[in-house]
């Protein structure tokens, strides 16, 4: 009987610490999915693409939809696209359920090659979903909690947004 009850207990047990696991694991495949298309739409210069995964407060901040892709529009004017060597999504930091959303900070890698330098820069992004890990949206909240808080007032105190890492190498 006692036995039983252990094997019972046990299993209960493995079921609900899987089942976060996976909660987590979904949530982070979204995530990356999602931060792949906005890097994808920063890549091609499609400034529709890119809105479309850009924290909704942030455009609001900003005028609206038509406003925010004139700003971004012109962001991606400034420099060639011939200078930049790569952008990609990197290491997701965190993960943190709030009791209205989830919220991560997620890596973003850059190599920009222009006016004799090369600038490597890994910055971070704070990223949102409020349907459970589905669909996410990022801002970029330049390094720091203060205007993170800003754009988005009920940020997790939980995340801690790293200083932006860039590095200015002169080319041969």
Do not use: H
């Amino acid at each position: 009987m006692i036995k039983r009850l252990l094997f019972t207990g046990i299993f209960v047990f493995s079921i609900l610490c899987s089942r976060a696991q996976f909660d987590t694991s979904f949530a982070k495949a979204n995530m990356r999915r999602c931060a792949d298309s906005l890097v994808y739409g920063f890549k091609t210069r499609d400034p529709e693409l890119f809105t479309r995964y850009t924290y909704p407060a942030l455009i609001g901040s900003m005028g609206g939809k038509d406003a925010y892709i004139r700003y971004i529009s012109k962001v991606f004017m400034q420099i060639p696209d011939s200078a930049w060597k790569s952008y990609e999504t990197g290491n997701i930091l965190q993960v943190v359920k709030t009791a209205r959303d989830l919220q991560t900070v997620i890596e973003f890698k850059s190599v920009i090659e222009w006016n004799g330098k090369r600038i490597r820069t890994t910055s971070y992004m704070v990223g949102e979903s409020w349907n459970g890990g589905l669909y996410w949206t990022f801002f970029d909240a330049q390094n720091d909690v203060m205007i993170a808080r800003q754009i988005k007032p009920d940020l997790s105190e939980q995340l801690v947004i790293p200083p932006k890492n860039e590095k200015v190498e002169r080319l041969r």
